[in-house]
Structure formats: structure tokens, C-alpha cells
T-cell receptor, first 114, second 114 residues
């Protein structure tokens, strides 16, 4: 069974540019969440999507946005990139049926801002 | 606001030792707690999930316990091996609503020496 797939694995951008990251969840998983991981702040929740709707949002500026498609694949977009956006961006998927389903993470996209 | 703390931040042990990693959280109104491992440059691998009504979960050489009322969880690793070297993270999901947002600790970096 394929795991959570994130593309691209690495990305280098310059300040002011925008970027789109992609996440394909495990087959049958309808919830997709995004997290940012940095050495200083650790892992922080960005947002969650299911049924193509944002369900929950973390404390990040409006430059961070996302969407989910009908096949549960998700993208996140960061506009007007800043140096502080350099991070590992992780996507997690979960089943929506049954109690207490674990979240399964992809290997992330490493974003570097020059 | 939920805060999750992991102590120690780093741990180095000789191969074969049994060890305990600690996780504490400030708000006991949690839905579940999940332990992950993260290898360098990789995403998170789910190890164990403990529901709020459970006391412990076991998988192979791993045993996780949960004391919800005192806001503590431990991950016990038996007969440690060099392949166990990684960063171990605990994360809690709050009880409110249907949000699957996880709040993470900063992790314990484990090194098992051959």
C-alpha cells in the first residue's frame, strides 16, 4: 500500500516568489493536514482539509493557503516567500471512519528560501 | 493552549539497554496521544497511538503508557539497537470537535551506540 506522497522533495526559491507543494494521501484517506517543521519552532500545524473544505487552521499568516481536490489530493501555496519560510513541510493523511485513526506522514518537501 | 514537553532533549545509550522517553502535556482534555519517530531528512513514522481511555499500547519492543490525569506519557524501548537511533516525537490531539490537529513536543534525539 503506497504511503503519503509529497512532491517535490526539495525546492529552492527566492524571497518574494510563490510556491505550490503537493500531497497525495494514502488511498482511502480523506483528511489531509499540513505541518511546518523548523529547528526553532518545531512542528506546527498549518491547516486540515477534508471533503475539499478547510476544517481547521493554525496560526499562520494569510500567505499560507491550501486546497483539496475531489480525489483527496491536496496542495498548499505560499505567496510572497520570506526567509523565515525555509522549512520542512509535512503532509499527513488520516481515515475519517472509526475512532482514533493515526495520522500518517509523508517524507516532506524541504523548502529553502534564498 | 496545549503545550507538550519532551525530556530529555537528547539521549545516548549503549546497545542492549532498556530506555524510557518522557512526554508531558498541560491540558489533559486530549482525544489521543501518538508517538512518532523521525529519521534525518525524513518524515514521521507512526509508532503507537493511545486512546484517552487506554493506559498503554504495545508494539514489538515498544510500549507506550498514558496517564491522562497527570498529563504524562512514556515510551519504553526494550533491548535498544543502533537502528533505533532517531528523533522520537509525541503528539496530542485535543478533545474538542472533530479537529485532527496535533500538538507536538520538540522531540528526544536518541543515539544507540553499537
Amino acid at each position: 500500500k503506497a504511503g503519503v506522497t509529497q512532491t517535490p522533495r526539495y525546492l529552492i526559491k527566492t524571497r518574494g516568489q510563490q510556491v505550490t507543494l503537493s500531497c497525495s494521501p494514502i488511498s482511502g484517506h480523506r483528511s489531509v493536514s499540513w505541518y511546518q517543521q523548523t529547528p526553532g519552532q518545531g512542528l506546527q500545524f498549518l491547516f486540515e482539509y477534508f471533503s475539499e473544505t478547510q476544517r481547521n487552521k493554525g496560526n499562520f499568516p494569510g500567505r499560507f493557503s491550501g486546497r483539496q481536490f475531489s480525489n483527496s489530493r491536496s496542495e498548499m501555496n505560499v505567496s510572497t516567500l520570506e526567509l523565515g519560510d525555509s522549512a520542512l513541510y509535512l503532509c499527513a493523511s488520516t481515515k475519517l471512519t472509526g475512532r482514533d485513526q493515526p495520522q500518517h506522514f509523508g517524507d516532506g518537501t524541504r523548502l529553502s528560501i534564498l | 493552549k496545549q503545550e507538550v514537553t519532551q525530556i530529555p532533549a537528547a539521549l545516548s545509550v549503549p546497545e542492549g539497554e532498556n530506555l524510557v522517553l518522557n512526554c508531558s502535556f498541560t491540558d489533559s482534555a486530549i482525544y489521543n496521544l501518538q508517538w512518532f519517530r523521525q529519521d534525518p531528512g525524513k518524515g514521521l513514522t507512526s509508532l503507537l497511538l493511545i486512546q484517552s481511555s487506554q493506559r498503554e499500547q504495545t508494539s514489538g519492543r515498544l510500549n507506550a503508557s498514558l496517564d491522562k490525569s497527570s498529563g504524562r506519557s512514556t515510551l519504553y524501548i526494550a533491548a535498544s539497537q543502533p537502528g533505533d537511533s532517531a528523533t522520537y516525537l509525541c503528539a496530542v490531539r485535543q478533545e474538542k470537535g472533530s479537529a485532527r490537529q496535533l500538538t507536538f513536543g520538540s522531540g528526544t534525539q536518541l543515539t544507540v551506540l553499537p
